[in-house]
């Protein structure tokens, strides 16, 4: 039911028989070893660069007519082998198999929005100042990318970033996550099975910090773009700045949620609350400080509250399941630091704030309330299935509080009023912002943060921009 783990270099599948140093891959429903995944040694990683320089000459003299006909017909495979790619990304995420499957889904739609759009990155002619002059602004691919990917969305965020390389015309080494290997890989398979040239998509996984240690110091790449945590993200930013290597960071984020009380508190709450425990939480935009002012705040709680007591927790492979466990211990030993900071300021828990069960990294979906604006849950990325709420009073002071923290990827707010939908859209410091909806990420639209959360974005005409240079040729 899960998958052969392996490197993908060079059009080469290697997995050195398992006996290659490397790691388990657990599933986080019942903690048990799905498959051993082999590490890149230095030597691989060397052999992935010079694959790449080989696969981006060609693939850059490669028209974008053609090399949309490969995107599309790796995105067919997807949508073709969607069912198996998913039972393998919920048994190593935990994500439900509803969930996974959208995923794998909305990851073809990015695959094939980027073949479009790759036919669609034109220059421009700018009339000269002397007569018989030409001056062209055309955009070339950057190079060869290194990207790297994490483990809440082991098919969609790397889709993202293939996507935009790919369609640009660059080659790319994908160090995606080694403790949710096992779609990506077969999500890879895809664009290999598609007839995807040797050497312009390599894969490898390997001890995070080593390998980008290793690629961000050569010169022929000329990329990095990262999805993950702000730490790492600034690390990774300063190896980049060394070699003058164009980022795209996409990071953490701590969303707020703003519900005015002209809006209908219940509806409100039965949109974030089914948002805010999609992948336990484990998401970048997921709704993370819920601001509710005073007079509509009983009503939103006791609804929120509901729907976060009505999930159904298991293995997501099983029928009825709504949440699935966290994606590692790590995130349950963060969740019990949340919920004691917030117990111990004087907040209280309304529902949840404990492990489920006794196999497995189940958390209760948990609302906490009366919480200070300095607790822990209400300044760090929660990362979980933990849900603040809070009242606000005025409309700046809620602008205020929810600008107040270094963070600013997504937002969100309810509203009846034009006026304050207008407003907030405007006040807010973030670079999405949801307002009466949380579609805040789609194929043909810009995703990414300002402040510490990140820079560029990924998705739209600007996440193909992102692996575009631009040229300026004046012809006398
Ligand atoms: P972490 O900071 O150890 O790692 C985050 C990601 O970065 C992982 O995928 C990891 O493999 C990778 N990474 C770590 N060091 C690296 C290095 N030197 N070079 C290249 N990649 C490296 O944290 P974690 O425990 O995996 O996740 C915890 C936090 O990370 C979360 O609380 C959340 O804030 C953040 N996170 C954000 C996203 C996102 O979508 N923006 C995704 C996953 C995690």
Redesign the pocket.
Do not use: D, Q
């Given at each position: 039911m899960y998958t052969d783990l392996a490197l993908y270099i060079d059009g080469k599948w290697i997995n050195g028989g398992g006996n290659r140093k490397g790691e388990d891959v657990l599933n986080p429903a019942t903690e048990k070893p799905l498959a051993h995944l082999p590490h890149a040694s230095k030597a691989d990683l060397d052999d992935a660069l010079e694959a790449a320089k080989k696969g981006f000459a060609l693939w850059r003299a490669t028209s974008a007519y053609d090399r949309a006909k490969i995107l599309r017909k790796a995105a067919d495979l997807m949508r073709e082998r969607h069912d198996a790619i998913s039972k393998i990304l919920v048994q190593e995420q935990g994500k439900t198999y509803v969930e996974a499957r959208a995923e794998v889904i909305t990851s073809a739609d990015i695959i094939d929005w980027y073949a479009e759009e790759g036919r669609r990155s034109y220059g421009r002619i700018v009339p000269g100042r002397a007569k018989g002059t030409r001056q062209l602004v055309v955009t070339e691919p950057v190079g060869i990318v290194a990207a790297?990917?994490?483990?809440?969305?082991p098919v969609l965020?790397p889709a993202r970033k293939i996507g935009g390389a790919l369609a640009a015309g660059c080659a790319l080494i994908l160090?995606a996550?080694?403790e949710t290997p096992g779609a990506c890989v077969e999500m890879v398979r895809c664009f290999a099975d598609a007839g995807l040239p040797a050497g312009v998509l390599n894969l490898v996984f390997g001890v995070?910090?080593e390998?980008?240690e290793h690629l961000l110091a050569k010169d022929a790449v000329r990329k990095i773009s990262?999805?993950?945590?702000?730490?790492?993200g600034k690390?990774?930013t300063a190896l980049a700045a060394k070699g003058m290597k164009r980022t795209t960071m996409?990071?953490?984020g701590h969303s707020p949620v703003v519900v005015f009380a002209d809006a209908d508190p219940e509806k409100a709450a039965d949109t974030i609350a089914a948002f805010k425990y999609r992948n336990a939480g484990q998401v970048?935009i997921s709704p993370t400080r819920f601001y509710v002012q005073e007079d509509v705040y009983k009503k939103f709680l006791t609804r929120f509250t509901d729907y976060a007591r009505g999930l159904k927790l298991g293995d997501g492979l099983e029928k009825g399941i709504t949440m699935g466990p966290m994606a590692?211990s790590?995130r349950i030993d963060?969740m019990e630091s949340f919920v004691a900071d917030a117990k111990s300021r004087g907040g209280t828990v309304v529902t949840g704030g404990k492990r489920h069960g006794n196999q497995g990294y189940f958390y209760e979906p948990t609302v906490v309330t009366e919480v200070p604006d300095d607790s822990k849950v209400m300044t760090e990325?929660p990362?979980g299935p933990i849900a603040p709420v809070v009242t606000f009073k005025t409309f700046d002071e809620v602008v205020e509080r929810a600008n107040s923290l270094q963070f600013g990827l997504a937002a969100y707010a309810f509203t009846t009023s034009t006026a304050t939908a207008a407003a907030i859209g405007d006040a807010i410091e973030s670079g999405m912002v949801g307002v009466n909806s949380i579609a805040v990420s789609t194929p043909e639209t810009p995703f990414g943060g300002v402040k510490e959360s990140g820079h560029g974005s990924e998705g739209g005409i600007e996440g193909l921009g992102a692996y575009l240079n631009t040229k300026f040729i004046s012809q006398g």
């Open positions: 790297f990917t994490p483990w809440n969305f965020t160090k996550s080694e995070p910090s390998v980008s990262f999805t993950g945590s702000i730490p790492v690390h990774l996409e990071l953490g970048c590692n790590r963060a990325e990362f």
